[in-house]
């Protein structure tokens, strides 16, 4: 069974509340989410594989601790998970992005595919998925099917907040696929949204409601 790791830094938790916060303004919001997605990227990163290299200070030659070249991509899932990557990537410039597009049919409630592209060497790659929601789970499960048609083989989850019912979700489908969250929530409401959650995403990222 996958891992399932809540990050509660206070920090996060401190910029989290804002996020959550429906006077929280889109500029605001994308701000907040870029800065949450930036610490929650240190824990996720944190059992990537160093090796030991030597290097000259201007004092003398010394060994240290680089990381041992393993690839990264961020897939972020559209359109919101677009908001967590370049918090991300601050910490890993050198990640290749992907793009999954999926959206939610409001009356099966089901992800639909629209758009995949991704870095030709995803089988070689640490792939950390993004998207601000876990919610039903449906398009974070149909997200990581897709990426394992595609040859990726280390996949983690990372998302703001999520429901219990899309971590069952996605434990059930993809036991091997940690999640990373800094919330987790209490449950869906009749239209699948989080409760209390912090709206729609998407929406309050682009101010497009």
């Known amino acids: 069974m996958s891992r399932v790791i809540q990050v509660e830094h206070p920090l996060i938790l401190h910029k989290l509340a804002f996020i959550r916060s429906k006077n929280t303004g889109a500029k605001d919001f994308r701000e907040l989410v870029e800065e949450v997605s930036m610490l929650m990227a240190y824990e996720v990163t944190r059992d990537l594989a160093t090796e030991e ?3 000259e200070t201007p004092i003398c030659k010394t060994k240290c601790k680089m ?8 897939v972020p899932i559209l359109r919101a998970g677009l908001g967590m990557v370049d918090g991300m990537l601050k910490l890993i410039p050198a ?10 049919d409001e009356e099966t409630l089901q992800p639909v595919e629209y758009f995949c592209k991704l870095p030709q060497d995803i089988a070689e790659r640490d792939v950390m998925v993004v ?3 876990l919610a039903t789970g449906g398009s974070a499960t149909d997200a990581l099917t897709l990426l394992k048609k595609k040859g990726a083989k280390n996949l983690r989850l990372v998302c703001l907040i ?3 019912e899309g971590i069952k979700l996605v434990q059930e489908t993809h036991p091997d696929v940690d999640i990373y969250v800094a919330g987790i929530d209490e ?3 009749e239209k699948g949204y989080i409760i209390p959650g ?6 309050r990222l682009y101010g497009t409601k």
Request: charged letters at 25%.
């Open 53 to 55: 290299v030597e290097i």
């Open 67 to 74: 990381l041992s070249g393993k690839k990264i991509a961020i």
């Open 95 to 104: 990640a290749k992005i992907g793009h999954i597009g999926l959206y939610r």
């Open 162 to 164: 999520s429901s219990p």
């Open 198 to 203: 912090l709206g729609d995403a998407g929406d």
């Open 187 to 189: 449950r869906l409401n």
């Open 131 to 133: 998207d601000p929601m």
